[in-house]
């Protein structure tokens, strides 16, 4: 009270030192726990943060792009920025709170942007939208901050139920991703992946066949290439195949049991196997018994190819293994005759039902080489040129006398046979021709021809000259008078028919004649038996007297 008494004495304002908080300050403390709040609140709140990698951003952006799983979002794309090394692209996502179980191991994202592809069109309902980031939920291992961004689904869940099997093959090509896995005609699975392993050098796919029909899949089932129409012009002739429509434009594989064989017990998942060209090429995979056996031509080899036939008589035995068969040490000269190696198989497989499991082909083959067994190349197929071996008896070849087996493999004599033996035919017989005396032949064939020819000439100027006798006037005048004459010889013979005159006096005469010569007869044998009876009188002779009969 002393103080201020003083200052309203002296007129100066007393500054008081305020010792407590000011309520000011209230509002911007409260303000600033209120942030403190929301910002813990929004980072422990916050889902998984996930890191995509990929090789194109196509159609993503950062705080705009969204990540859904059947179609409900779960997540947003925060960046995307590229990596130190500018190979890849690394894109920044977050998942809604509570999210985090849908990360596992297995877990699958993939783009889901407007595609044309083998099942159709899809993903239309981005052209308004925008492409989205589609996230599969996994179920095994545990959970994860970086996955693979694909640009296509998934073809198969990894929670599907079935199996997968791989496939091994030595060409690349024969199977994509997406390409159907078919039983008789029937879509049971589905080629996912494929890629080639450089240890193994052949291309590896794997397969995936979903249940019920992976029970399907057994350990002695063949898979082919199933390559919708399949044309072949072998040995064997022309053959076309057709597959079902869903193969026919883009292919797939096809598995089944050979025939005749039953069915085996289930394939495991991972279980690996060889693919076949085609289904034909299956059946000649059955015969793994074989006995080999090398030949040597002295023919052209062209048009004999590995997996022609061996034949004999129609009935197929066997399979030709290479063409040509290296064998170093046979040493043969370009010069001499150099006759080329080809290796066979005789499988005993083939005819064990029409000759028996006991038939000892290899015995019999042994004793056919004694009476005349030779192997031959034979035409196949003449629009192609295909060659296969034909074995056959050839009764006029000499006894074999050669080596049976030469560096360890069973030798087979051959000959000669189909186009070449033709020709060595057609050969000898010019060399026949040749040999006969053609000159002399044709001197004597010319003078034979110029004769012939001189004769003809003679005989037309014959036929001329008769031709201008014929046509002379005197041959015309000659049936006119024939004809006269003829009149009058007819004239002449009515003058001597019956009831003419001169045909009567005729007949008088002649019986005149008759009756004269009648009683001249007795005279005329009187005379015979005693000639001078003209002037002797004759005895008169005595009456005939009967006799009896013998």
């Not at 004999?304 to 293994?321: D, H, S, Y």
């Not at 497989?349 to 028996?356: H, I, P, T």
């Amino acid at each position: 009270m002393a103080g201020n008494n003083m200052a309203e004495h002296d007129g100066t304002a007393k500054v008081e030192k305020i010792k407590r908080w000011s309520p000011v300050w209230i509002v911007p403390i409260v303000t600033a726990l209120i942030g403190a709040w929301i910002l813990f609140y929004h980072y422990s709140h916050q889902g998984p943060e996930v890191t995509l990698i990929t090789t194109t951003a196509e159609g993503i952006e950062g705080g705009k792009t969204t990540i859904k799983s059947r179609n409900v979002d779960v997540g947003k794309v925060e960046s995307v920025t590229l990596s130190e090394d500018l190979q890849q692209v690394i894109i920044k996502a977050r998942l809604n709170t509570g999210m985090e179980k849908m990360l596992r191991d297995d877990s699958v994202f993939w783009v889901v942007k407007p595609q044309i592809g083998r099942e159709g069109i899809s993903g239309l309902g981005t052209l308004l939208s925008g492409a989205y980031i589609q996230l599969q939920p996994g179920n095994k291992g545990g959970e994860k901050s970086e996955y693979k961004l694909d640009d296509s689904p998934p073809l198969a869940s990894p929670d599907a139920k079935g199996i997968r099997v791989s496939l091994e093959s030595e060409r690349s090509g024969q199977l994509n991703p997406g390409d159907p896995v078919l039983f008789r005609g029937f879509q049971v699975g589905t080629v996912e992946t494929s890629h080639f392993d450089p240890k193994a050098r052949n291309i590896k796919y794997q397969l995936f066949i979903r249940a019920p029909y992976d029970t399907l899949v057994t350990d002695n089932v063949r898979f082919w290439k199933d390559s919708g129409v399949n044309f072949d012009m072998s040995a064997a002739g022309m053959r076309v195949e057709m597959g079902s429509l869903t193969t026919l434009f883009s292919g797939g594989v096809s598995f089944d049991i050979p025939n005749g064989w039953m069915q085996g017990n289930e394939a495991k998942d991972g279980d690996s196997y060889k693919l076949f060209d085609d289904q034909k090429s299956i059946q000649e995979s059955l015969y793994t018994r074989h006995m080999d056996y090398v030949m040597f031509f002295s023919d052209s080899i062209r048009g004999l190819q590995p997996g022609a036939p061996v034949e004999f008589r129609g009935i197929r035995l066997g399979t030709v293994a290479e063409v040509p068969y290296p064998m170093n040490v046979v040493k043969q000269q370009m010069s001499d005759d150099y006759r080329i190696p080809v290796l066979i198989r005789i499988e005993p497989d083939r005819f064990a039902q029409l000759l028996g499991s006991n038939f000892n082909i290899e015995e019999h083959i042994r004793d056919g080489i004694a009476h005349g067994l030779r192997a031959s190349m034979k035409s196949a197929n003449l629009l192609t040129g295909a060659m296969y071996i034909d074995l056959d008896f050839y009764p006029n070849e000499k006894p074999w006398k050669g080596p049976l087996e030469i560096d360890g493999q069973k030798l087979l004599p051959t000959v000669s046979g189909g186009f070449a033996q033709i020709q060595q035919k057609l050969m000898t017989t010019l060399d026949k021709i040749n040999n006969l005396p053609i000159e002399p032949m044709m001197r004597e064939a010319t003078s034979t021809l110029a004769e012939s020819q001189r004769t003809m000439k003679a005989t037309q100027r014959t036929i001329e000259s008769l031709n201008a006798i014929v046509s002379s006037k005197e041959m015309k005048n000659l049936p006119q008078d024939m004809q006269q004459t003829l009149i009058q010889l007819n004239r002449s013979l009515k003058g001597f028919q019956p009831g003419s005159p001169a045909y009567g006096h005729m007949v008088n005469d002649m019986q005149s004649l008759d009756k004269t010569l009648r009683e001249l007869q007795p005279v005329l044998k009187t005379l015979n038996q005693k000639s001078n009876a003209l002037i002797f009188a004759a005895p008169g002779q005595d009456d005939p007297q009967p006799k009896k009969a013998k």
